[in-house]
């Protein structure tokens, strides 16, 4: 039922957005089958392929900008800047549910901080039972990281990792599902290694998210997760060097997690 649901919810997202898209397609092409000159006609169909060209580089410069800005912000010893990042990035998004998933993005990085009371007071203003199953799970998945973050309640946290996951199923095929996925399964495969039940998925799914320059908190997560791996397997070196990523990506989760020794 969730898949089905969630698929719905995103397919909606996806249509508000592209109204605006769909428009000015049948307004350009219903000017150019109007003219009479093929120069005027190829000259519009163009000119809309190099605007929305443009519109795409915009939006993906803005977001390699956002995540840049989000990666010095994870760096200060405070969650000051990187609430501050949150609130301007989700100030002008008309997107459905934006103050849910403002309250998991504003928990999700005070949970990196060790400010376990803070976190859950951010998801508090939130209704999450009467949201849709994909918004459920974002609130699910920030008491997930408070869970294993802040209180070391790893069983818990572990708990609550499959239980984002299972409500936030898309049907394969379904735009945006691979983002989603990447998100749910690196917080299981977090909350696994601390509980050392690892299974095969485990370290590879850690090992891409700790790649993810475009996505600072989930890389900053995925290397803790691959430090305590290391750290479980007595691995003196390895562990090392994770450490040091993990300090340069985020000093603040290490030192909590880790003690910062």
């Not at 990035?89 to 990196?112: E, K, M, N, P, Y």
Request: with cysteine; hydrophobic share 45%.
């Amino acid at each position: 039922m969730s898949k089905q649901q969630n698929r719905k919810y995103l397919l909606g997202l996806w249509a508000r957005s592209l109204v605006p898209v769909v428009l000015c397609v049948m307004v350009v092409s219903t000017l150019a089958s109007s003219s009479r000159s093929h120069v005027y006609s190829s000259a519009l169909l163009f000119g809309m392929l190099g605007f929305f060209g443009f519109i795409a580089g915009l939006v993906w410069w803005k977001v390699r900008g956002t995540s840049a800005a989000m990666a010095r912000a994870l760096r200060s010893p405070t969650p000051e800047l990187a609430l501050d990042l949150v609130d301007r990035s989700f100030r002008t998004t008309t997107v459905a549910d934006a103050d849910a998933f403002l309250a998991q993005t504003r928990s999700g990085v005070l949970a990196l901080y060790g400010e376990g009371e803070r976190a859950r007071e951010a998801l508090r203003p939130v209704d999450w039972e009467r949201r849709a199953p994909l918004v459920q799970a974002a609130g699910v998945v920030s008491e997930s990281l408070i869970a294993l973050i802040c209180d070391g309640d790893f069983a818990r946290g572990l708990s609550d990792a499959y239980r984002a996951r299972a409500l936030a199923e898309v049907t394969p095929g379904t735009l945006g599902r691979k983002t989603s996925n990447r998100l749910y399964d690196t917080v299981v495969a977090f909350a696994q290694v601390l509980v050392n039940e690892e299974q095969a998925s485990t370290l590879p799914t850690l090992e891409a998210s700790a790649k993810a320059k475009l996505f600072p908190k989930l890389q900053a997560i995925a290397v803790a997760g691959l430090a305590a791996h290391a750290h479980r397997a007595d691995t003196a070196e390895h562990f090392e060097a994770r450490r040091r990523e993990l300090a340069s990506l985020a000093p603040k989760l290490d030192e909590v997690f880790f003690g910062g020794e």
